[in-house]
């Protein structure tokens, strides 16, 4: 049997059992049916092989594995006991695991029962958005398991204090993992939240996590969403992070990524009203063999919309960075201001990057940049440090910490913050 068998094999044993997404399931499932897993050929994915990721023998849960819930306490992230707690094991939500705190603000429920609930007509126009930027076999392939999704709501006007973090759970100790976790997110007018994704390996062994998060953020709201990576070499993601802008709203977000085997990261930003803002940053630490490659889209369709893009790698070892962005401007898009810039350093003689900043501009009166570099750490910043009874170790990885230090500076949770910082430390072996 090989992967796409096994895969056809876990669908069937799904079809019927959902009654409110079995139309958008048949839908995708088809899609991926026709075109199936990319290959290298494929434009969007010719630095990085997935096909090669799926596996034969890959377990793939279509049950709802009960998940330990003492187990989590171990993982907390340190300084965020009282925060909000979502929990997916295997790719499938766990609202038993799961702890919201202020309930008069937040809703948390599984898909399935959003998509036949009074939040019904917002999944039918919402769900599945991403999959227009993204036509290819591992969105679909999602899709046609959506059923063990999560659906979240922010209510008009709230303020959540604490983060919403959601943690992914993949539990490799009886073979490959295979999860597949959806999540549709809806923060109304004026609601403010700040979401924090963050992945587990459980059992150590190999894993591959395919995940599509979809957020539409309404009038005048302020969306904060941190992505952080640390799963280990073993462990494999393809992820869809989708948020459509409605008018005046302002997302900002980060994406850490700081180990792992195979990682693609797709981030949109669609500005569908005007007076839209984003911000997009992104740091890739990377080493051994890891290959990250970061993909994103931001789709100016109104007026008066402004985004920022800062990406930087790190990259040591054999490892390879990939960055891809693309700014469009519609025809409509007018008075548009949008900056790109991805920033590389390479360490070891055989680390790697591709970099493919672009613009598409249909619009003539705008402000668009966009830029990248790829070199190596400043000789002459070294030999300052050095020449000041720095040990090259030392300088090394204070230079390196300087040049992450702005993309950490746009986490504004000190908890969250200070945490990546210890990993990044740690990682750069910051001597005492």
Known sequence: MDATSNIKSAYAQLEGKSKNLSAFQEENWKTFSGIGIPALKHEEWKYIPIKNVFKASMNIAVEHDAFDQSALSNYILPGTEDANHIVFYNGRFQEHASKINEKDKLVVKSLEIAAGDEDAAFVETNLGNSQGYHPDGVNALNGAFAAGGAFIKIK?????????????????????????????????????????????????????????????????????????????????????????????????????????????????MVMEDEHAESHMYGLYLLKGNTLADNHTIVDNRMPHCESNELYKGIMDDQSTGVFNGKIFVRKDAQKTNAYQSNKNILLGDQASANTKPQLEIFADDVKCSHGCTIGKLDEDALFYLRARGISEKNAKALLLHAFASDILGQIENEAIKNYIETLISDRLSLEA
């Open 156 to 268: 008009k006007g709230a303020v959540i204090s604490q983060p919403l973090i959601i943690y992914h759970f993949a539990d490799s100790s009886n073979g490959f993992r295979f999860s597949q976790p959806r999540i549709l997110v809806s923060v109304e007018d004026n609601a403010q939240v700040t979401i924090v994704e963050t992945y587990v390996n459980h059992g150590g062994g190999e894993s591959l996590t395919n995940e599509v998060i979809e957020i539409c953020t309404g009038r005048d709201s302020i969306t904060r969403y941190i992505k952080l990576q640390n799963e280990g070499n073993l462990s494999n993601h393809t992820g869809t992070t989708h948020v459509r802008q409605l008018e005046r709203s302002n997302t900002h977000a980060v994406t850490i990524t700081l180990d792992g085997a195979v990682v693609r990261n797709n981030l949109n």
